[in-house]
T-cell receptor
Framework: DAMVIQNPRYQVTQFGKPVTLSCSQT?????MYWYQQKSSQAPKLLFH???????NEADTPDNFQSRRPNTSFCFLDIRSPGLGDAAMYLC?????????????FGPGTRLTVT | GEDVEQSLFLSVREGDSSVINCTYT??????LYWYKQEPGAGLQLLTY?????DMKQDQRLTVLLNKKDKHLSLRIADTQTGDSAIYFC???????????????FGKGTKLSVKP
């Protein structure tokens, strides 16, 4: 019955080695989001897709990219991970943009950079 | 700044009430939210309140909003060990220069419930 699925749950990558995190949803929602949550910090929005329209937050580093090949899937690509990119990455979906549309979160992928 | 402030830890005994407090930043926020994160799980929406309301009750949960002070609280009555989790306050400020509907989260309050 999982609605927002993230794979893998744990990912280890080497400094500078590209890594891709995956998110899929069974809700047929228009919007998909990627958040970064560092230890003991608030989740921080990196970007979102409204359908095929990509919206990058102003302070998201260029090192982070995203792809949404279809409604169900969205990927987070980190081109050259640094030690500071180690975090939990949360994917979320919502039916539409704006309030009060609930955002449904996946369980997250914990990224370790060695 | 745009920081949503919460105390980081709260410890209560089973059966007591828990009150988690939050100070948000933007009076333009039309909705304010409480999310729960259990270990190893994603964030789950618990409840939300519209900014023209002072209070909202949903079973064991009571949300109080003081718009003048930009203060939000979540009261959990008869707290159970299953309520142990991290609770995040979030707002969606209209004046924020980011995306429409962007959730601005606090750092979360870790609630520990002792038997």
């Amino acid at each position: 019955d999982a609605m927002v699925i993230q794979n893998p749950r744990y990912q280890v990558t080497q400094f500078g080695k590209p890594v891709t995190l995956s998110c899929s949803q069974t809700l047929n929602h228009n919007v998909m989001y990627w958040y970064q949550q560092k230890s003991s910090q608030a989740p921080k929005l990196l970007f979102h897709y409204y359908d095929k329209d990509f919206n990058n937050e102003a302070d998201t580093p260029d090192n982070f990219q995203s792809r949404r090949p279809n409604t169900s899937f969205c990927f987070l690509d980190i081109r050259s991970p640094g030690l500071g990119d180690a975090a939990m990455y949360l994917c979320a979906t919502s039916r539409d943009l704006g309030t009060p549309y609930e955002q449904y979160f996946g369980p997250g992928t914990r990224l370790t950079v060695t | 700044g745009e920081d949503v402030e919460q105390s980081l830890f709260l410890s209560v005994r089973e059966g007591d009430s828990s009150v988690i407090n939050c100070t948000y930043t933007d009076s333009s926020s039309t909705y304010l939210y409480w999310y729960k994160q259990e270990p190893g799980a994603g964030l789950q929406l618990l409840t939300y309140i519209f900014s023209n309301m002072d209070m909202k009750q949903d079973q064991r949960l009571t949300v109080l909003l003081n718009k003048k002070d930009k203060h939000l609280s979540l009261r959990i009555a008869d707290t159970q060990t299953g309520d142990s989790a991290i609770y995040f306050c979030a707002e969606t400020p209209l004046n924020y220069g980011g995306s429409q509907g962007n959730l601005i989260f606090g750092k979360g309050t870790k609630l520990s419930v002792k038997p």
